[in-house]
């Protein structure tokens, strides 16, 4: 079965600063990949995905992601944060070989940013 | 205006009760999923439904049923054989039944048994 690990539990940055966050899957087939984005109060939405063609994707809010195959990874990255982007931040992965249809979630990452 | 919608927001059980969690969508979705969100576990399966009358139990299915009598409702109801069913609740859908297709979230309903 596959799994989604999500290293960084709670991230704490200052606006402007960098961001990136790991994820990696335990899946040795095809993928599709994806980050949700949960802001306070809000519903969990799409940030972006990946199914096929180039690795680096890009997401809304200037979110972006890349999938490197070798390394079993998606990470998320952004080149300068800002406060609206705290929330808790979600990868999943779907194994499309496998006939199962939900996704599988990491346990998430809290990011808080700092004004 | 389409979309997911939840009922109730908030949701307080006495123990040995069984309770049931709405969930409804007007988008024409297959495919319905109801997932259990725990602090720093993320989100995790318990059941889903590709088609009307047909649901698989996901990840985490005992304590829970389900039943999917139209295509617009998959509620979920939460039996006093769930050991600890104190958790926020999510219901999702996607088109069709290709696998991995974006799934659309609705506003959650947090139970808490007393």
């Known amino acids: 079965a596959q799994s989604v690990s999500q290293h960084n539990h709670h991230v704490i940055l200052s606006e402007a600063a960098s961001l990136e966050l790991g994820c990696n899957y335990s899946y040795g087939g095809t993928v599709n990949l994806f980050w949700y984005v949960q802001y306070p109060g809000q519903h969990l939405q799409l940030l972006l995905k990946?199914?096929?063609?180039?690795?680096l994707v890009k997401g809304i809010k200037g979110f972006e992601a890349e999938f490197i195959k070798s390394k079993f990874s998606f990470n998320l990255r952004k080149p300068s944060v800002q406060w609206s982007d705290t929330a808790e931040y979600f990868c999943a992965v779907n194994a499309r070989d496998t006939g199962r249809r939900a996704l599988t979630f990491g346990s998430g990452t809290r990011l808080q940013v700092q004004p | 205006d389409g979309g997911i919608t939840q009922s109730p927001k908030y949701l307080f059980r006495k123990e040995g009760q069984n309770v049931t969690l709405s969930c409804e969508q007007n988008l024409n979705h297959d495919a319905m999923y109801w997932y259990r969100q725990d602090p720093g576990q993320g989100l995790r399966l318990i059941y889903y439904s590709q088609i009307v009358n047909d649901f698989q139990k996901g990840d985490i299915a005992e304590g829970y049923s389900v039943s999917r009598e139209k295509k617009e409702s998959f509620p979920l109801t939460v039996t006093s054989a769930q050991k600890n069913p104190t958790a926020f609740y999510l219901c999702a859908s996607s088109i069709g039944t290709v696998p991995g297709n974006e799934q659309f979230f609705g506003p959650g309903t947090r139970l808490t048994v007393l």
């Open positions: 990946y199914f096929s063609g180039d690795p």
